[in-house]
């Protein structure tokens, strides 16, 4: 089945500093590549997603970039504030699965003032 | 205030109960699933539904048990089969994409 491998489990920046969060996954039929942001003690928060049929995709500070063929997919966030310090999760999902989302294992990131 | 709520925010059972968590969504949302969160893991799926009166196991369904007899409401119940059923609970819901999926606040479930 799929599996998404995500890098690293702690991430620790300078505020103003960019971030980067990577994710390989396993399954070629995978098209549906969505992030999470998930603050302690909270259920995750979508914060940006991306399709197969695009290559990157941008909303203010944070990016999303998909390589199809190396079957990778990062995340970005540029200028980086305190308030970003939560744990964020990769997934991927394909279309004929009913919705099934499989996670990556977590990134901790920290943004230090 | 669209959304989907989770109760109890806290839950503690003893072993050998039965214990059931609830989900409701008003946002008209057709899918809705069960995850289970452990300690530095990721969401792990219990189970799903895409439409009322059907549901489909997940990747960890022993020891749980579901019900969708209304569009609205997802109840889950852990079991005393549940070996170690101490987590974080997680419900969510998605539209007939069935991608974009929407998260509550979650449940966390003690076993003392």
């Known amino acids: 089945g799929e599996n998404v491998e995500q890098h690293p489990s702690t991430l620790s920046v300078q505020e103003g500093d960019s971030a980067v969060i990577k994710c390989t996954y396993s399954?070629?039929?995978?098209?549906?590549f969505p992030w999470y942001k998930q603050e302690l003690g909270k259920g995750p928060q979508l914060i940006i997603d991306i399709r197969s049929n695009v290559g990157e995709k941008k909303d203010q500070r944070i990016a999303v970039t998909l390589n199809k063929t190396a079957k990778h997919f990062s995340l970005h966030i540029t200028e980086t504030q305190p308030e970003d310090s939560a744990v964020y999760f990769c997934?991927?999902?394909?279309?004929?699965?009913?919705?099934?989302?499989?996670f990556g294992q977590g990134t901790e990131l920290s943004v230090k003032p | 205030d669209g959304g989907i709520t989770q109760s109890p925010k806290y839950l503690f059972r003893k072993e050998g109960q039965n214990v059931t968590l609830s989900c409701e969504q008003n946002?008209?949302?057709?899918?809705m699933y069960w995850y289970r969160q452990d300690p530095g893991q990721g969401l792990r799926l219990i189970y799903y539904s895409q439409i009322v009166n059907d549901f489909q196991k997940g990747d960890i369904a022993e020891g749980y048990s579901v019900s969708r007899e209304k569009k609205e409401s997802f109840p889950l119940t852990v079991t005393s089969a549940q070996k170690n059923p101490t987590a974080f609970y997680l419900c969510?819901?998605?539209?007939?994409?069935?991608?974009?999926?929407?998260f509550g606040p979650g449940t966390r479930l003690t076993v003392l």
């Open positions: 399954d070629s039929a995978s098209n549906y």
């Open positions: 969510a819901s998605s539209g007939v994409s069935g991608n974009e999926q929407f």
């Open positions: 997934a991927a999902s394909k279309q004929n699965q009913g919705g099934k989302l499989i």
């Open positions: 946002l008209n949302h057709d899918a």
